[in-house]
């Protein structure tokens, strides 16, 4: 507020970007859109960032599981992504190093009556991929190489960018193709044509798939097929 856009000149800046905020969320109009498992990109976003998720020693209350669908093709969409995989690394490694620290303190045995079923699968789920991104930590350290957890994110279900039109036609392709790109290369899947109609519970409640209608351009208009295309 005590900066002018001259000031800005003088002291050598070459560009003012607004940045005002996203605006409201897009309520994606499907069937059990509030399933356990589904939160808005921009709540996602904002909670990855503002809470410092990415750090060590974080205590932030931020869970994502995989596979992941990310439901729009716009920018936001390809960052929701390409953030969610980046930080499922960074969530089984945690995991993984907090456990054992826990472990060496106590009784495994005594730690796992904390948890009921469910959190018990997740609980071997994450530490199984924990140590499977440590050893390809170790395996490029010694081979002189970037790891690749994109091929490891992938084996376990990946993230998928799922939109109701092609990718040229998304906002995201027109307006930073590069930004899409970068993302393909980093592993995200596209999947083209799918407009969602319905969520899934899983046994305890959670999301466990959707349901999505295939599209299909009709004298220049996109409408509903009525085949449907079930993800995970």
């Known amino acids: 507020g005590t900066l002018t856009l001259e000031d800005a000149w003088r002291q050598g800046f070459d560009h003012v970007a607004l940045a005002t905020g996203a605006g409201r969320p897009t309520l994606v109009g499907m069937k059990n859109n509030l ?3 589904i939160r808005q990109a921009n709540d996602f976003l904002m909670t990855l960032q503002g ?3 990415y750090r060590r020693s974080s205590l932030t209350n931020l869970q994502v599981e995989l596979p992941a669908l990310v439901i729009g093709g716009g920018l936001t969409g390809v960052d929701t992504a390409t953030e969610l995989q980046a930080y499922y690394v960074v969530q089984v490694e945690k995991l993984l190093e907090r456990w054992e620290t826990l472990v060496a303190q106590r009784q495994e045995a005594e730690m796992r009556r904390l948890f009921d079923r469910e959190e018990k699968a997740t609980l071997d789920r994450w530490l199984e991929h924990g140590r499977a991104i440590r050893a390809e930590r170790q395996e490029a350290a010694e081979a002189g190489r970037r790891p690749d957890f994109a091929r490891l994110v992938q084996a376990w279900g990946g993230v998928t960018l799922v939109y109701r039109k092609r990718v040229q036609d998304s906002p995201a392709y027109r ?35 959707l349901t999505f209608e295939r599209q299909a351009e009709v004298e220049g208009k996109w409408r509903g097929t009525g085949e449907m295309v079930q993800l995970p």
């Open 35 to 37: 399933l356990r498992g």
């Open 175 to 209: 307006l930073n193709h590069e930004e899409l790109a970068e993302a393909l290369e980093e592993g995200i899947q596209f999947a083209e044509c799918l407009s969602p109609v319905e969520a899934h519970p899983g046994p305890n409640g959670e999301v466990a798939a």
């Open 51 to 53: 809470s410092g998720a």
